[in-house]
C-alpha cells in the first residue's frame, strides 16, 4: 500500500485547512485509515481514525474542530480541520492498517502561526 498525503500549509490561528491522503496498491476492503502528528520535539500521537465502515475516533484535544472522513471508492481519507490553534503546528502522517500490517505516508506540515 501506497500513501500519498498532500494540502498542509501555514494558516493563521482559527483557520481552516483540509489534508486529503489517498491509499494506492493492493487495498483490502476492512482497514483503518487515521491521521498522526508529530510537532517538534514530542512523540507522533494519534489524531484521528477511520474504518472502513466509517467508526471515528479523535484524540480528546481535536474534538469538535477536526472530521476525519473517507470516500471508500476513492481510497481516500480526509481530516478537515478547523479553528486550528499554534499548538495543531507538526507534521501530521497519513496512516493505513489492515491484517497485514501497518503503512506510513509521507507527512504533510501544518503551521499554524500569525
Known amino acids: 500500500v501506497q500513501l500519498q498525503a498532500s494540502g498542509g500549509g501555514l494558516v493563521q490561528p482559527g483557520g481552516s485547512l483540509r489534508l486529503s491522503c489517498a491509499a494506492s496498491?493492493?487495498?483490502?476492503?476492512?482497514?483503518?485509515m487515521g491521521w498522526y502528528r508529530q510537532a517538534p520535539g514530542k512523540q507522533r500521537e494519534l489524531v484521528a481514525v477511520i474504518t472502513s465502515r466509517r467508526s471515528t475516533n479523535y484524540t480528546d484535544s481535536v474534538k469538535g474542530r477536526f472530521t476525519i472522513s473517507r470516500d471508500n471508492a476513492k481510497n481516500t481519507v480526509y481530516l478537515q480541520m478547523n479553528s486550528l490553534m499554534p499548538e495543531d503546528t507538526a507534521v501530521y502522517y497519513c496512516n493505513h492498517k489492515d491484517l497485514r500490517g501497518v503503512y506510513w505516508g509521507q507527512g504533510a506540515l501544518v503551521t499554524v502561526s500569525s
Open positions: 496498491g493492493s487495498i483490502f476492503s476492512s482497514n483503518v
